[in-house]
C-alpha cells in the first residue's frame, strides 16, 4: 500500500514531476533519503551552527560584563569613594563662604586716653578662580579695570600672577581708593568678572592726644625742620614717638601669607608690623565671621543663605602716659635743638610695678604713613635717613653706658664684702700701672673718697680699684662684675613686651681671645668697671637698674601694655607685673647706693636738681665710643627719694657730658611733672 507524502507531513506539496517540496523555507531542516524516498532528520542545520558558536558567545558575553563592570566601577568611583569631594566642589561653584572682618582692637593710655581707632575704607580686590581663563578676556577685563581707577597694569597682573594658589581667596589690589573710584567700579561689575570692591577699615594713630592742656608745653610741631634743611616741603618727615610703641599694621607679606594662612589669615589681611600692634596681635585681631552665599556662574553672589557675626578683637590699656609720652618729646625737641643734636632716647617708669610710663625714641615716625600702605617715596625716605626714625633706639640701641653702670658695680663690690660703706680710696688723678694710666675724669683727682662720694661725683679711681684691684687690694674681678651685671638684667632682653629689644653686649676674657685674638688685661677690666670698652647696654637696661635701686633690690619685668579689655563683655584682665629677680643686693647695701645717688643731687655732678620741689637722687654719664665724634651723655634718676614714684633715664647722643644736657634735661621734666602729678 503506497502512504501519501501529505499524511506524513501535511506540509507537503506534490509538485509537477512527481517529487515533493517543503511549501516554506525551512526545507532545510529536513533531507530526502534517496533510497526510499523516507523522510528523516539525521542533517545538520548550517544556521543554528553558527548562531549557537560557543565561543562567539563567551566573547560576547566577556563583552558584555566588561562593560557593566566599567560602568559600575565608575559609578562607584564617582558616587562613593569621590562622592563628598565632588559633591563639596559643586557646592564650591554654587555657594561661597565670604569672610566677615573683625574690628579691630583699640588702645587707650593709662587715663583711657583713645590713641588708635578704625574708619572704614575701600580695597580693589580680585578672586583669581573668577577671572576669565583666556589671556586676551584677562587684558581686557585689566584694560577696563585701569581706565576706572588709573593702576598700573603690571602691578595688577604681578599681584594676580603672585598669589595665583590662592584660587578662591579676594587678593587686594590697592588699598584704601577713593570713594569715587570704589563707586565706578562697583557699576561697572559686569564688565569686570572676577573684580570687586571689599569694605574694610583703615587703622589712623591719633596723634598728641591728652586729656587736659599739658602745663607749659608748648605746641609741638609734627615736623622738625631742623634735622631736615635740604628737605622741601614734599618730602619733610613728621615724627612722633608714641608710633615706637604703638606700631603700625600693614599688609600680610608672601612670607608671612605662607605662615599665617594656615592660622585663618586672608591674602588681603593686614597683620601688625611693629610695637604693640605686633606683639598683641592675637588679642587685638578678633575674630572674623563668615557669610555663606549662593553665587552665579560668574560668581556674583545671589541669596545669602547664613551669617556668623564676627568677634571684635579686644582692647588695650597702656601703662603709658599720653601726657609725659608728650612732654619729654617735647622737652628733646628744645634740648636737642639747643645743643645742635639730633638723637635722643628716654625712659620714664614705674620703679614699684616695672610699668612704662613713656617710652621716647628720637626722632620718630608718622605711622599713619604706612596704614593702607606706604608710598615707596615715604618708605626710601625713612630708610635712608642718617638718623634712622624706624629705630627704636630706646630698647633696640646698645650703647656704651658710661658712669651710669657705677651703681651696679658699687652694689656688687658691698655685697661681696670687697668693700663697707665706709672704705676709702684716695684719689690723686688716676691709677699707674706699668706704662699705662688711667685717669680720673678731673685733673688732681678727688681726695679720699669712700663709696657715697664716688657715686656723688662719680669717681674713677674708687671703680679701678674694687672693679680690677690695686696693689695689695683684690677687686671683683672680670667675671665677678659679669655675675652681677646679669643679676641687675644686663646681656640680655629684658622682655618688655615690644619687639626687636636688644641685649646689650656683656664682654669675657673667652669673647675676647676668639674675637680679637688678645687677652684680658688688667687695663680692660679698669676701663669696664666705669663703663668703658666693650660693654653695651640699652636706655631700657639702665632704667630698669635704677629702678631696682629706687625700690629697695627688686628688678621687675618692664612692660608698656597694664591691661585688657573683652569689648563683649567688659572683662578686664591684669598684665601682672613680673619679678625677675630680687634679694640679690642686701637691703643696707641698697641703701648705701641710693643715699650715694642722693648725694649727687645734693652736692655733686646731678646739683642741677637741688632746687626740685621734691627730693631725688641720680648719676651722670659720659660715654667715650668714638675718637671723631662727641661723647654720649647719660643722666639716670628716680624720686621722690624716700618713696620713689618715677625712674626717667635719658640718652643725648653725642650729647657731650651728662652732666650739662642730660640733666638739664632731666631738670625740665621733673618740674613739669611736679605740677603734673598733683593734678
Not at 47 to 55: A, E, P, Q, R, V
Not at 73 to 87: A, K, P, S, T
Not at 134 to 159: G, P, R, W
Not at 535 to 556: D, E, H, K, R
Request: net charge negative; proline share 5%; hydrophobic share 35%.
Amino acid at each position: 500500500m503506497e502512504i501519501d507524502p501529505y499524511l506524513i507531513n501535511p506540509k507537503k506539496k506534490i509538485s509537477l514531476d512527481g517529487k515533493y517540496k517543503l511549501s516554506w523555507t525551512e526545507d532545510s531542516l529536513y533531507t530526502t533519503n534517496n533510497v526510499d524516498d523516507s523522510i528523516t532528520t539525521s542533517g545538520t542545520s548550517h544556521l543554528g551552527s553558527s548562531f549557537y558558536d560557543n565561543k562567539k558567545i563567551f566573547w560576547f558575553l566577556v563583552f558584555i560584563v566588561s562593560v557593566f563592570s566599567i560602568i559600575l566601577g565608575r559609578g562607584f568611583f564617582l558616587q562613593i569613594l569621590m562622592g563628598d569631594e565632588y559633591r563639596a566642589q559643586a557646592e564650591g561653584n554654587r555657594q561661597r563662604i565670604i569672610p566677615i572682618i573683625s574690628e579691630r582692637g583699640l588702645v587707650f593710655d593709662r587715663n583711657n586716653i583713645q590713641l588708635t581707632q578704625n574708619i572704614p575704607n575701600f580695597s580693589l580686590t580680585v578672586i583669581p578662580k573668577d577671572l576669565p581663563k583666556e589671556e586676551n578676556e584677562l587684558n581686557n577685563v585689566i584694560d577696563k579695570l585701569i581706565s576706572i581707577t588709573n593702576q598700573d597694569k603690571a602691578e595688577i597682573k604681578e599681584v594676580i600672577d603672585k598669589y595665583k594658589d590662592y584660587r578662591q581667596d579676594s587678593i587686594i589690589i590697592a588699598e584704601d581708593i577713593p570713594y569715587e573710584t570704589a563707586l565706578k567700579t562697583q557699576i561697572a561689575r559686569a564688565d569686570l568678572p572676577g573684580i570687586n570692591v571689599q569694605l574694610g577699615s583703615k587703622r589712623l594713630y591719633i596723634k598728641n592726644s591728652s586729656s587736659t592742656p599739658m602745663l607749659a608745653l608748648e605746641e609741638t610741631t609734627s615736623t622738625i625742620d631742623f634735622l631736615h634743611p635740604e628737605d622741601n616741603e614734599s618730602v619733610k618727615t613728621s615724627y612722633n614717638t608714641i608710633s615706637h610703641v604703638l606700631g603700625y599694621v600693614g599688609k600680610l607679606s608672601p612670607d608671612e601669607l605662607d605662615t599665617y594662612y594656615r592660622q585663618g589669615y586672608l591674602p588681603s589681611d593686614s597683620i601688625g608690623k611693629t610695637g604693640i600692634e605686633k606683639m598683641y596681635e592675637s588679642y587685638l585681631r578678633g575674630t572674623y565671621g563668615e557669610k555663606r552665599i549662593e553665587v552665579n556662574a560668574q560668581g556674583r553672589e545671589q541669596q545669602v543663605l547664613a551669617e556668623k557675626d564676627p568677634i571684635a578683637g579686644s582692647n588695650l590699656i597702656l601703662s603709658i602716659d599720653i601726657n609725659i609720652q608728650n612732654k619729654l618729646e617735647d622737652i628733646f625737641i628744645q634740648k636737642l635743638k639747643e645743643f645742635d643734636k639730633q638723637r635722643a632716647s628716654g625712659i620714664v617708669m614705674n620703679p614699684r610695678t616695672g610699668e612704662i610710663l613713656a617710652l621716647v625714641s628720637y626722632p620718630g615716625f608718622d605711622n599713619n604713613d604706612f596704614s593702607g600702605g606706604i608710598s615707596s617715596e615715604k618708605y626710601n625716605g625713612y630708610l635712608t635717613n642718617e638718623n634712622k626714625p624706624l629705630f627704636n633706639r630706646a630698647i633696640s640701641g646698645s650703647f656704651p653706658s658710661g658712669s651710669v653702670i657705677k651703681p651696679a658695680f658699687a652694689s656688687a663690690a658691698l655685697q661681696e664684702g670687697i668693700i663697707t660703706s665706709n672704705t676709702s680710696f684716695l684719689s690723686n688723678g688716676g691709677l699707674r700701672v706699668d706704662k699705662w694710666f688711667f685717669p680720673d675724669w678731673q685733673s688732681g683727682g678727688h681726695g679720699m673718697t669712700n663709696v657715697r662720694r664716688s657715686l656723688a661725683w662719680s669717681v674713677n679711681t674708687f671703680y679701678y680699684y674694687i672693679g680690677g684691684g690695686y696693689g695689695d687690694f683684690s677687686g671683683l674681678g672680670v667675671d665677678k662684675m659679669n655675675e652681677y651685671l646679669k643679676k641687675f638684667g644686663f646681656g640680655k632682653p629684658l622682655g618688655i613686651d615690644l619687639p626687636a629689644e636688644s641685649g646689650g653686649f656683656i664682654p669675657t676674657p673667652q669673647w675676647k681671645q676668639r674675637v680679637k685674638d688678645e687677652p684680658w688685661y688688667i687695663g680692660d677690666t679698669y676701663n669696664y668697671s666705669i663703663g668703658q670698652g666693650d660693654f653695651l647696654a640699652t636706655p631700657l637696661q639702665i632704667a630698669n637698674m635704677t629702678a631696682s635701686i629706687a625700690n629697695g633690690g627688686t628688678l621687675y619685668k618692664p612692660h608698656v601694655v597694664k591691661d585688657i579689655i573683652n569689648p563683649e563683655t567688659g572683662e578686664k584682665t591684669e598684665v601682672v607685673s613680673e619679678i625677675l629677680d630680687e634679694n640679690f643686693i642686701s637691703p643696707s647695701n641698697v641703701e648705701t647706693v641710693r643715699l650715694g645717688m642722693k648725694d649727687c643731687v645734693d652736692y655733686g655732678s646731678c646739683r642741677r636738681l637741688s632746687t626740685l620741689p621734691f627730693a631725688a637722687a641720680a648719676k651722670t654719664g659720659t660715654a667715650q665710643w668714638s675718637q671723631e665724634k662727641d661723647n654720649h651723655a647719660w643722666f639716670t634718676s628716680f624720686a621722690p627719694y624716700d618713696n620713689p614714684e618715677i625712674v626717667i633715664t635719658v640718652l643725648m647722643e653725642e650729647g657731650g657730658e651728662g652732666s650739662t644736657i642730660g640733666s638739664q634735661t632731666v631738670d625740665a621734666f621733673y618740674r613739669w611733672w611736679a605740677e603734673y602729678r598733683n593734678k
